[in-house]
């Protein structure tokens, strides 16, 4: 599956961006899921939904701010992130598994991987 992310950009705290995450190739994969990177910190899982039922997974960082969704007939996913805060300020990827994964699912359970789009978030 080849995946591209888009839609980053800056913005001030308390503005809003979607990003999207366009899948082509190899289908049957399981889940899409969202990470972010910040600066010298680790990848983060943010966001995950179930292709086929749409079960949704969130970290307590962005629970209630930002909601995925997906769209089959686009085969494209989307991260709707609101209220922005300044901590939110990372490289978002996002990610494709074919395993059964969970919010608590690490990133060695995903298989393929996008190129990332960077956001940033300024007081």
């Known amino acids: 599956v080849q995946l591209q992310a888009s839609g980053g950009g800056s913005v001030q705290a308390g503005e809003s961006l979607r990003l999207s995450c366009a899948t082509s190739?190899?289908?049957?994969?399981?889940?899409i899921g969202w990470f972010r990177q910040a600066i010298g910190k680790e990848r983060d899982f943010v966001a995950l939904?179930?292709?086929?039922?749409?079960?949704?997974y969130y970290s307590e960082d962005v629970k209630g701010r930002f909601t995925i969704s997906r769209s089959a007939a686009k085969d494209t996913a989307y991260l709707q992130m609101n209220s922005l805060k300044l901590e939110d300020t990372a490289i978002y990827y996002c990610?494709?598994?074919?395993?059964?994964?969970?919010?608590?699912?690490?990133?060695?359970?995903?298989?393929?991987w996008g190129q990332g789009t960077q956001v940033t978030v300024s007081s």
């Open positions: 190739g190899r289908y049957g994969f399981y889940a």
């Open positions: 990610a494709t598994s074919t395993r059964r994964v969970f919010g608590s699912s690490g990133s060695d359970e995903y298989d393929s």
């Open positions: 939904i179930t292709w086929r039922n749409g079960n949704t």
